[in-house]
């Protein structure tokens, strides 16, 4: 037990300080994003194979630091009360289905934004007798955010050029 007790004394902290130069990037992309909305977004975010890896730096989006929903941006159950579908992991073959029927649940003009590199180019899953591949192989995709997984400051960027893409679609 004392060993335990020096050693921790000796280490002392080990979390790291949280980054301050992304705080103001995070404030430019809040006030970049509610001047072109104006209103909310709502988001379905499809699991379609991946590790969760991306999913741990969706749900970072959500805690007071990055705030997305002071912005109006929130995540719903259903894809029938979504604008956008943020799409994680290479598409599996069981999932393949799934994704497309979600898809064509969702009500125009909808988004997709495939997330990280699973769901940009399959990732080193890549296509197989499992596996279809990048999410663009089975439903169409306005954008595209690579990483593994990308940090929530790029999940953010990308969100706001798809959002964006939606309104050069206009």
Not at 99 to 116: C, H, S
Not at 130 to 150: E, H, K
Request: proline letters at 8%; one cysteine or more.
């Amino acid at each position: 037990m004392w060993h335990i007790l020096k050693q921790i004394v000796r280490t002392g902290i080990v979390t790291e300080p949280a980054p301050c130069t992304v705080g103001d990037g995070v404030e430019r992309i809040h006030r970049d994003i509610l001047d072109i909305l104006g209103q909310a977004l709502t988001i379905r975010a499809v699991d379609a194979g991946s590790c969760n890896g991306c999913e741990l730096e969706i749900h970072a989006l959500s805690n007071p630091y990055y705030n997305i929903e002071g912005l109006g941006i929130k995540f719903v159950a259903s894809p029938r009360h979504a604008d956008m579908l943020l799409v994680t992991g290479p598409v599996s073959k069981h999932m393949e289905e799934a994704l497309r029927r979600t898809y064509d649940a969702t009500p125009e003009p909808k988004l997709v934004v495939a997330l990280g590199d699973c769901g940009c180019t399959g990732g080193i899953f890549g296509e197989s007798y499992a596996s279809c591949g990048r999410v663009a192989n089975v439903i169409p995709v306005d954008v595209n955010i690579p990483g593994c997984p990308p940090p929530p400051l790029e999940i953010l960027r990308g969100i706001l050029s798809a959002v964006r893409h939606r309104q050069s679609k206009r």
